[in-house]
């Protein structure tokens, strides 16, 4: 569990500036990206931020794992884009006498897209690397974002590791006594896994309602106090920001 909620150790440079201006600039480095109409820049944050999760000391893999998912999304904007979207013909091949037409300005309004979903992901991937959970949750506290959003999201981060250790258990239980020698009972037993894990879920939510209630909870959590801003570390947001829409600008 640790390993999941603490990817990389907390003593790297970024650890001691302050979670209010990490996210301030990943925001506006999140804007930049979003409104940039080009492919350079969005392109360019991308690579400085998978840049600075290797200098954290982010493992490969994990990084291969976190971008699975988004990169599958904007390969198939890419591949929907050139098929269906613009008008200027790039190729056409024929299946069984239908033709399939793809697009150069659809190939190219997919590749800006793309860009985009990269430079936005890599961005948010370096911050929540770069910062604690609970510290990011204290800095969108100070931004004004509803606290009953703070308390829900920190209480499924909590017990999404609880809920994933009982999984393990009951994962290895069930591999023990041959629950997945083939695809017939490998699905009967993940549906038994699946199961277990709600009822265990329900299970946990009254047992931490009563227990929290008995301990004095009145609906609010108490959240992290910030120190005040030190003057280096505002003006090194300032510059990178300013830089990044130099940048943009370009």
Known sequence: ??????????????SGVDPRLKLVSA??????????TGVAFPL???GLSLALCRWLGVPLRLLLVRFAEPLFIAAMVIVLKLLFSGHEPLFTVSFGGVAVVGHRDGLATGIAIASRI?????????VGFATPFTDLMAALSWLRVPRGFIE???FAWRYLFVLFDDAQVVYAAQKNRLG??????????FGTLAGVLVIKAFDNSQTVTTAMVQRG?????????HRPFRFG??????????????????
Do not use: C, K
């Open 1 to 14: 569990m640790h390993q999941i909620a603490n990817p990389i150790a907390n003593t790297h440079v970024l």
């Open 27 to 36: 925001l506006a480095l999140l804007v930049l990206v979003m409104s940039s």
């Open 44 to 46: 360019t944050v991308a």
């Open 118 to 126: 990269a430079g936005a992901v890599s961005v948010v991937a370096a």
């Open 152 to 154: 829900v999201a920190l």
């Open 180 to 189: 997945y020698a083939g695809i017939r009972r490998g699905l009967r037993s």
């Open 217 to 225: 909870y009145d609906g609010t959590l108490p959240l992290l106090r």
């Open 233 to 250: 570390e505002v003006a090194g947001s300032v510059a990178l920001v300013a830089i990044m829409g130099f940048l943009w600008r370009l």
